[in-house]
């Protein structure tokens, strides 16, 4: 089944301790995506990946990193989580220039206490 | 910038009712495509509807229509024969010809009761 895998689901910690989400894709996408879900706010972006090791900010970067050392992985690391990172996490992949190509994983609910 | 905006954060119908849920965007460009995004309280990501920039005609998915206006930069979404089932949030998004990039509005919750 084509699919976009994110784990974990649901995620508490503390402030300041190093975590990473992982995004796994099996579709060949180019093109994969993190964002963001915030009440009153919408979906934002937070890094996005053309291919591999293309990897650039998108509108809500500061305070996490990404790698794309593989086709199908775009992990997403909060070096040291703050509690306004509390979020609903989604990782999404499109073949490039598809117009209704994107899949989205069922995404990660995160609390920093 | 482009930008997205809902400016009805939550809307209620009956079921067996019809529905409609507004959108606007900002755009200097001009090929360009917009999508109504259903989020459940699954969380899942459902594509509703497309609808591409250059096409006058507006788009319809079974009980799913829009109202396309370019000059005015509005994409509305029109539910018919409201169900049980289309209770969820509602996201609007933007996405340039040129770009992989989507652009979401802020969401509109719909409630449907019976």
Same mark, same amino acid.
């Given at each position: 089944e084509a699919q976009v895998t994110q784990n974990p689901r649901y995620l508490i910690t503390v402030t300041g301790k190093k975590l990473t989400v992982t995004c796994s894709q099996n579709m060949n996408h180019e093109y994969m995506s993190w964002y963001r879900q915030d009440p009153g706010l919408g979906l934002r972006q937070i890094y996005y990946s053309m291919n591999v090791e293309v990897t650039d900010k998108g509108d809500v970067p500061e305070g996490y990193k990404v790698s794309r050392k593989e086709k199908r992985n775009f992990p997403l690391i909060l070096e040291s989580p703050s509690p306004n990172q509390t979020s609903l996490y989604f990782c999404a992949s499109t073949p490039r220039g598809a117009v209704d190509g994107y899949t989205f994983g069922s995404g990660t609910r995160l609390t920093v206490v | 910038a482009q930008t997205v905006t809902q400016s009805q954060p939550e809307m209620s119908v009956q079921e067996a009712e019809t529905v409609t849920l507004s959108c606007t965007y900002d755009t200097s460009e001009s090929d360009y495509y917009l999508f109504w995004y259903k989020q459940p309280p699954s969380r899942q990501m459902i594509l509703v509807i497309r609808q591409e920039a250059y096409k006058q005609q507006n788009a319809?998915?079974?009980? !799913? $229509?829009?109202?396309?206006?370019?000059?005015?930069?509005? !994409? $509305?979404?029109k539910i018919s024969d409201s169900q049980l089932g289309d209770a969820a949030m509602y996201f609007c998004a933007y996405r340039a010809y040129n770009t992989d990039k989507l652009i979401f509005g802020t969401g509109t919750r719909l409630q449907v009761f019976p």
């Amino acid at each position: 089944e084509a699919q976009v895998t994110q784990n974990p689901r649901y995620l508490i910690t503390v402030t300041g301790k190093k975590l990473t989400v992982t995004c796994s894709q099996n579709m060949n996408h180019e093109y994969m995506s993190w964002y963001r879900q915030d009440p009153g706010l919408g979906l934002r972006q937070i890094y996005y990946s053309m291919n591999v090791e293309v990897t650039d900010k998108g509108d809500v970067p500061e305070g996490y990193k990404v790698s794309r050392k593989e086709k199908r992985n775009f992990p997403l690391i909060l070096e040291s989580p703050s509690p306004n990172q509390t979020s609903l996490y989604f990782c999404a992949s499109t073949p490039r220039g598809a117009v209704d190509g994107y899949t989205f994983g069922s995404g990660t609910r995160l609390t920093v206490v | 910038a482009q930008t997205v905006t809902q400016s009805q954060p939550e809307m209620s119908v009956q079921e067996a009712e019809t529905v409609t849920l507004s959108c606007t965007y900002d755009t200097s460009e001009s090929d360009y495509y917009l999508f109504w995004y259903k989020q459940p309280p699954s969380r899942q990501m459902i594509l509703v509807i497309r609808q591409e920039a250059y096409k006058q005609q507006n788009a319809t998915e079974n009980r !799913f $229509s829009v109202n396309f206006q370019k000059a005015a930069k509005s !994409f $509305s979404l029109k539910i018919s024969d409201s169900q049980l089932g289309d209770a969820a949030m509602y996201f609007c998004a933007y996405r340039a010809y040129n770009t992989d990039k989507l652009i979401f509005g802020t969401g509109t919750r719909l409630q449907v009761f019976p």
